[in-house]
């Protein structure tokens, strides 16, 4: 089974086609070889350290809603 993380892109390291991605406070690079249409701001899921998705505005908002509602679970 293959699990894929939410997050959203805040800064891209063009020359290494790489992005740094929130994960609700938590700041990790990923690689941009497979999605290099992302951008700051982007909903994505990353998986094995590779944006794998850009998400649709909408639907990646509430994902990551509901992400910040099982930290206080």
């Keep these: 089974m293959c699990l894929a993380i939410p997050g959203i ?3 891209i390291e063009e020359a290494e086609q790489r992005a740094w991605v929130d994960y609700s406070g ?3 690079l990923a690689s941009l070889m497979l999605c290099p249409q992302a951008k700051v701001g ?3 899921l990353v ?3 590779f944006v794998i998705q850009v998400l649709d505005a909408e639907y990646g908002a509430e994902l990551h809603e509901l992400t ?3 930290k206080n679970v």
């Design 9 to 11: 892109v805040e800064k």
């Design 26 to 28: 938590l700041s990790k």
């Design 42 to 44: 982007d909903y994505v």
């Design 47 to 49: 998986h094995a350290g």
């Design 68 to 70: 910040e509602e099982l």
